[in-house]
């Protein structure tokens, strides 16, 4: 039996259930990726993302030659170069790992539709998350809409299950069973129409794992504190690599759960805070499986604040927000690291997403759409869960009335500036008791700062208490409509 191996959001050998199944099952495996043509057309992920996933893909080329599997690859619609790379090698089953997308369901059902007529097996696996939507349910069955009730059933599920994680298969044995094509080069991201960027946070399964256990050995023991705070390394950076599946959801639980019997300091509440974030990553898979027209439009209608009309005033502010040119030291600071790195720490993505919607009155899907553009971690689910969380139209929604104030938001998380001198070279020279609100200073002080405030640094782009005001009567107004 041949078997074909879909390679699509899961770029390692670790951990792969499509890739362990194909080897258990089949006498010949190929690999094989397709480059979706019409979605690099789109243009809707940066070249960030694209640069990251070529990453992936060499060291999963190597990863893959070591096992004797050489990784074929296609450029085109995706459901036309499956079904074709299928009929041209004569395979019997064509195995992947599932994705829940919405676009990407009709797509896995249209390739399976064309295989069943051309008499080739379609045998899919869970992988992308623990759990799928399916297998944590409300009571009566439902799809669950509060985070606190499904992390509990998650739990409940790990619990009973204790989801194992499978090995990389035997060289011995996947040598044999290679098919004799030949690999060629991966494409450059010049050739996918991007430009060539090195990635800030290194791709590929090698540094995920890398990344996961310096992670494990020490800040996951201080995360419920240092994930706030983003002048320090706090976090485990690895979301890019879940997204593109260089490293399994399993691996992450099972190692954070055995970090706690390590010798030296361990905090099982800091544990359990970042595999909560993990069980919130699901969460939103789940969200966007049962309720996929989150993908354009709010998951439930309530009474905010209308969003700003189009026009040149909204034009300005929104441009002033992308190029983080806005006033607001925290705000910019997270905009550039953003636009410089594509990555941004978690606690300034909320605030800034904030100040795009509550105090400049921009939809929240125009901050979703830039974001998925730059993002190294563009994923739709996260992305437009955490938005619609911000815009208060989500699940669990951050209430309507709660308004970030920036400069509290940064005395409060980036105390000494750190953070902001390092995306905003201009107030470098800034005290520490004006960084925050440079535009407070003295023309004493700025002289001193040698930072200009409307020259160097621009005033704020609106007054954040009186744009907090004018949101908040808006919402009242919504109300009582």
């Known amino acids: 039996m041949r078997g074909l191996v879909w390679l ?37 992920f940066g070249s960030a993302c694209v640069n990251f996933m070529l990453g992936c893909l060499d060291e999963l080329q190597a990863s893959l030659a070591a096992l004797g599997l050489p990784l074929q690859w296609r450029r085109g ?33 249209a390739v399976q539709e064309r295989l069943a007529r051309e008499g080739i097996a379609a045998k899919t696996l869970k992988d992308h998350v623990v ?31 204790k989801p194992t994680v499978r090995p990389v298969p035997d060289p011995s044995m996947t040598t044999r069973k290679a098919v004799r094509l030949s690999p060629s080069p991966l494409p450059t991201a010049k050739e996918l129409g991007y430009e060539h960027l090195v990635p800030w946070i290194t791709p590929g ?7 996961l256990r310096w992670f494990i050995e020490g800040p996951i023991h201080r995360y419920a504190d240092g994930r706030n705070r983003p002048a320090i390394d706090g976090s485990s950076k690895l979301s890019p690599h879940l997204r593109f599946g260089t490293i399994s959801p399993r691996v992450a639980v099972h190692a954070a759960l055995e970090s706690l019997s390590h010798k030296g300091p361990v905090s099982r ?12 990553r699901e969460f939103f898979h789940q969200v966007l499986a049962a309720f996929p027209h989150v993908v354009d439009r709010p998951f439930r209608q309530t009474a905010v604040p209308p969003s700003r009309d189009p026009g040149l005033e909204r034009d300005v502010l929104f441009q002033a927000w992308c190029s983080g040119r806005t006033g607001y030291p925290i705000v910019d600071a997270g905009m550039r690291q953003l636009n410089q790195t594509g990555w941004m720490h978690n606690r300034v993505r909320m605030i800034v997403a904030s100040f795009l919607i509550k105090d400049l009155r921009i939809d929240w899907q125009s901050g979703e759409r830039y974001f998925m553009h730059h993002l190294l971690d563009a994923d739709l689910a996260a992305n437009n869960g955490n938005w619609q969380w911000c815009a208060s139209t989500g699940t669990d929604s951050m209430p309507g009335y709660r308004i ?29 008791k004006s960084i925050h609100e440079p535009h407070l200073m003295t023309p004493e002080e700025q002289i001193r700062a040698q930072c200009r405030i409307g020259t160097d640094y621009p005033s704020p782009v609106v007054d954040h208490q009186l744009a907090r005001e004018e949101y908040l009567n808006l919402g009242k107004q919504e109300v009582t409509r």
């Open 269 to 280: 509440t800091d544990v359990l805070t970042w595999i909560d974030e993990l069980i919130w």
């Open 205 to 211: 399964e090698g540094h995920a794992r890398e990344q």
């Open 8 to 44: 699509r959001r899961d770029l390692r050998v670790h951990d792969q259930p499509a890739l362990t199944t194909a080897c258990e099952e089949c006498d010949e495996i190929i690999p094989l990726f397709v480059f979706d043509e019409p979605l690099l057309q789109s243009k809707e």
């Open 131 to 161: 759990f799928e939507a399916e297998e944590v349910r409300g009571a009566t069955g439902e799809p669950m809409q509060r985070y606190g009730a499904y992390r509990a059933r998650w739990w409940a599920k790990w619990h009973a299950i």
């Open 404 to 432: 970030f104030n920036p400069a509290l938001q940064s005395k409060k998380f980036d105390p000494d500036g750190v953070y902001i001198r390092r995306y905003v070279p201009e107030l470098a020279y800034v005290a520490a």
């Open 77 to 109: 619609c995706q459901v036309d170069e499956v079904v074709r790379a299928a009929l041209e090698w004569e395979v019997d089953a064509v195995y992947w790992n599932r994705d829940y997308e919405p676009r990407a369901l009709l797509r896995d059902r």
